[in-house]
Every structure is written in C-alpha cells, then in structure tokens.
Nanobody
C-alpha cells in the first residue's frame, strides 16, 4: 500500500512537500516516483528515483522546481514542489515499481491514492 499526503492549496510561487509511505509488499529495493493528473488531462509522469537514490529523473515540465527524495529506513518517498504554477494543479499519485525505467517510460506496477495539489494564480 502506498499512502500519499501533503497536498493542499497554495498560491503561485509557493511550495509544498508531498510524502508517501509504503507498506506491505514494497521493499527498500523498489523504485518509487510520482505521477499527476490534471482535470481533463491524462496522467503524466513527474519524477522517479531508483531504489538506492542513486538515480533521479524528472519530467521537463518540473525540472529545476521539483525534487524527489526517499528515506528507505522509513519506506518513504518525498516530492518537494517549489515555484509552483497554476498548471501544476493536479492530483499527485505515488507509484512504485521494481524498475525505475518503468516509472519513467511506462506504467508502474503499484499506485497509491492521490493527494490534491491546487495552485491559485
């Protein structure tokens, strides 16, 4: 199970920090990441991190503004969202997969419930 939290309402230019705690089948050797889905749009990949934190990947739309991190001791992954824009408004989903490449370019195996991020202009 993947439990995401930390969403909310913020003004443009503000920041939020999303958290996701994994339980059950997710191990410390699992790649984790984030997707998002805006109203009326398809889900899109946001960021991913390998199981050991050695490799990180970002969608071009968030590069330089968002930072992914993880704490394997806590079975958790985080997404720091800075310089938020109204177009970042979406439901953000925590995901996990044995392979980080699958998160970046395909459909991850496991999905958590989403957390809403709303950015006002």
């Amino acid at each position: 199970q993947l439990q995401a939290s930390g969403g909310g309402l913020v003004q443009a230019g503000g920041s939020l920090r999303l958290s996701c705690r994994a339980s059950g089948r997710t191990s410390s050797t699992t790649a984790m990441g984030w997707f998002r889905q805006a109203p009326g749009k398809e889900r899109e990949y946001v960021a991913a991190m390998s199981w050991d934190g050695g490799r990180t990947y970002y969608a071009d739309s968030v590069k330089g503004r968002f930072t992914i991190s993880r704490d394997n001791a806590k079975n958790s992954v985080y997404l720091q969202l800075n310089s938020l824009k109204p177009e970042d408004t979406a439901i953000y989903y925590c995901v996990a997969d044995p392979r980080v490449g699958t998160i970046v370019s395909s459909t991850p195996a496991r999905w958590g419930q989403g957390t809403q991020v709303t950015v006002s202009s």
